[in-house]
């Protein structure tokens, strides 16, 4: 059966930096796409990242600036997301996701959400 | 840009729902639609415009092309009571719609 759990999100400071982690089990990590999306209430859901099966391709929401990072772990069989400089727009519940039959954007499976305040 | 209407959708068990989702510009088939319900992840119900996700009723259908898709879901039943997004991945950042809230009365 196929799961995704996040873990990792926390209260921050404005400037901080989080890592959010996604761990999957139920499927190989490298044939899927693994995605990153937020949602607050203030911009509804976006697509933060995506990376493709092997790790060697990463598109981010052009709005980040470099400000976040996706990466995969096969040994642990994890997806990272590295935050920087974060602001208080970046707070949101953030899931990981699954891109379905070799797609990025179809997401099939999702994980429970981590969520992430930016706030002092 | 997607747009989705209505907003709000207030219909009785049984009923016939219609979502409409609007893309700025031609997304060709690439568009879904989730589900969301409190508290829990979106979860995908029709993909590439018309096809069903695993394990969702034969209720649910989607249609459309370009710029225009529309989700209808047949006969509402108490458990469709959701709000429902559309997204585009036919353009990198891919997007959702703001969502119609189908409340069953």
């Known amino acids: 059966e196929v799961h995704l759990v996040e873990s990792g999100g926390d209260l921050v400071q404005p400037g901080g930096s989080l890592r959010l982690s996604c761990a999957v089990s139920?499927?190989?990590?490298?044939?899927?796409?693994l995605n990153w999306i937020r949602q607050s209430p203030g911009k509804g859901l976006e697509t933060v990242a995506t990376?493709?099966?092997?790790?060697?391709?990463?598109y981010y929401l052009d709005s980040l600036k470099g400000r976040f990072t996706v990466s995969k772990d096969t040994a642990t069989n994890s997806v990272t997301l590295r935050m920087n400089s974060l602001r208080a727009e970046d707070t949101a519940i953030y899931y990981c996701?699954?891109?379905?039959?070799?797609?990025?954007?179809?997401?099939?499976?999702w994980g429970q959400g981590a969520l992430v305040t930016v706030s002092s | 840009v997607l747009t989705q209407s209505p907003a709000t959708l207030s219909l009785s068990p049984g009923a016939r729902a219609t979502l409409s989702c609007r893309a700025s510009?031609?997304?060709?088939?690439?568009l879904a639609w989730y589900q969301q319900k409190p508290g829990q992840a979106p979860r995908l119900v029709i993909y590439?415009?018309?096809n069903r996700a695993t394990g969702i009723p034969a209720r649910f259908s989607g249609s459309g092309s370009g710029t225009d898709f529309t989700l209808t879901i047949s006969s509402l039943e108490p458990e469709d009571s959701a709000v429902y997004y559309c997204?585009?991945?036919?353009?990198?950042?891919?997007?959702f719609g703001p969502g119609t809230k189908v409340d069953i009365k």
């Open positions: 139920g499927f190989t990590l490298t044939n899927f796409w």
């Open positions: 990376i493709n099966e092997d790790g060697s391709k990463t």
């Open positions: 510009q031609s997304v060709s088939g690439f």
């Open positions: 590439d415009a018309s």
């Open positions: 997204h585009q991945r036919s353009d990198w950042p891919h997007t």
């Open positions: 996701a699954r891109g379905a039959y070799g797609t990025t954007g179809v997401l099939d499976y």
